[in-house]
C-alpha cells in the first residue's frame, strides 16, 4: 500500500541524509547555476503565523561543475529566488562569482548578491513569446527567432570545436555579437516608431527582450554563460510527471522525503550512474555515510566501494611473538 511505501523510503532517510546536505553545500561552490520552480500541492501544510501566501512549489536548481553536476530539488512555500539565496549563502567566500541563470520573473533575482552573482535571463524565454504569435506577426517574428537561431547556431558550432569558456566568449563576441547587436537596433526602430501598442501581444514580446538585454545577453561579455536555462526546465519535467501521478504530498515533512530522494535520483542520471545501485549501496554502508558523505557522492562511491573490497596490505613488520610463541632452548 502506498502507506507501507513511504513508511520504507522515510525510513531509510536518515542512512541518504548525509549526502543530500553534502549535495547542497557542494552546489554553492559550481561556476553556473540554473534554476526555476513550478507548483506543487501540500495538503496539511503549516504557514507561518501571518504568512499570507497561497502558493506551494518546488524548486529545481542545477549546478554546473567542471566534472560533475548537481540536480537540487526544495518544496515548500519558498520560490525560485528565495532557495537560490539559501544555497549561495553556503559559497566560500575567495570563489569568484557564480552566474545564476534563470528566466526573467522579477522573484529570480530577488536578495542578489553582485559579490556572489552574476544575472543571466534565458534567451529561450525570449524567443518564446514570438513564437507564440507568429501566426498574428509572421514578417516580424521570423526576424527576431531568425536572429536568435544564429546565435544557437554559432553556440554549436563552438561545443563542435571544443572552445573552452574563453574560446568560446570570442567567437560569440565575434560571430554573435553582430547578430544581437542588429537585433537590438530593429527592437529598438519598433519603439521609436511605434509601429506596435505597448500592450499587445507583439509590443510586450518586444519590451520583454530590451528591459531584459543585459542579462539576456551575459554570454557576450563573460566566459562559461549558457544562452539559457533548458538544463533545470528538463529536470522539473520529472516534478511535473511527479504531480501528475500522485497530485500532491501530504506533509512538508513527506515533501522533504520526495526531495532527498529526488535529488539524489536527478544528480544520478545527470552524471549518467545508476540510481538504483547508488541508493543501494549508500543503505549498505550508511554508517560510512554519515561519517563522511564526500567519499560517497554519486561520482566517487564506486572508488569507495573498491578500496572498501581491496585486502588489507601484508605488513612488512609482523608483531613480535609473544612469550606463548617463543621457541624454547633446551637447559645445559
Known amino acids: 500500500s502506498p502507506s507501507t511505501q513511504y513508511m520504507i523510503v522515510s525510513g531509510a532517510l536518515p542512512k541518504i541524509g548525509p549526502v543530500y546536505d553534502h549535495l547542497v553545500k557542494l552546489a554553492a561552490q559550481g561556476k553556473v547555476a540554473y534554476f526555476d520552480d ?3 500541492r501540500i495538503l496539511d501544510f503549516v504557514r507561518p503565523k501571518g504568512d499570507e501566501r497561497t502558493g506551494i512549489f518546488t524548486t529545481g536548481i542545477v549546478s554546473v561543475h567542471e566534472a560533475f553536476e548537481i540536480a537540487l530539488l526544495f518544496t515548500g512555500r519558498d520560490h525560485a529566488g528565495e532557495n537560490r539565496i539559501k544555497v549561495i549563502k553556503q559559497r566560500e567566500p575567495d570563489l569568484p562569482a557564480m552566474i545564476m541563470m534563470s528566466d526573467a520573473l522579477a522573484a529570480n533575482a530577488v536578495g542578489l548578491d553582485d559579490e ?47 572552445h573552452s569558456d574563453d574560446e568560446r566568449l570570442v567567437y560569440h563576441q565575434e560571430h554573435s555579437g553582430p547578430v544581437m547587436a542588429d537585433l537590438k537596433v530593429w527592437l529598438d526602430a519598433q519603439v521609436a516608431e511605434k509601429k506596435f501598442e505597448p500592450n499587445c501581444p507583439m509590443g510586450k514580446a518586444i519590451a520583454y527582450m530590451r528591459s531584459h538585454w543585459m542579462a539576456l545577453t551575459l554570454f557576450l561579455r563573460h566566459a562559461g ?76 562511491y564506486k572508488a569507495t566501494l573498491e578500496l572498501l573490497r581491496e585486502p588489507p596490505p601484508a605488513d612488512a613488520n609482523p608483531p613480535p611473538e609473544t612469550s606463548d610463541e617463543k621457541v624454547k632452548t633446551p637447559a645445559n
Open 225 to 300: 554563460a549558457p544562452l539559457d536555462s533548458n538544463i533545470v526546465e528538463r529536470v522539473l519535467k520529472n516534478v511535473v510527471l511527479h504531480r501528475k501521478n500522485s497530485l500532491f504530498y501530504r506533509t512538508a515533512s513527506g515533501a522533504k522525503t520526495g526531495d532527498t530522494y529526488m535529488t539524489l535520483i536527478q544528480t544520478c542520471q545527470r552524471n549518467d550512474i545508476n540510481p538504483w545501485d547508488y541508493l543501494t549501496e549508500l543503505q549498505r554502508h550508511h554508517e560510512a555515510v554519515k561519517a563522511s558523505p564526500a567519499d560517497w557522492l554519486p561520482w566517487n
Open 116 to 162: 556572489k552573482e552574476i544575472l543571466a535571463n534565458c534567451l529561450t524565454h525570449g524567443r518564446r513569446n514570438f513564437v507564440k504569435i507568429i501566426d498574428k506577426f509572421p514578417q516580424d517574428c521570423h526576424h527576431v527567432i531568425s536572429s536568435i537561431g544564429t546565435v544557437y547556431h554559432h553556440d554549436d558550432l563552438s561545443k563542435t570545436l571544443g
Open 38 to 40: 513550478t507548483s506543487m
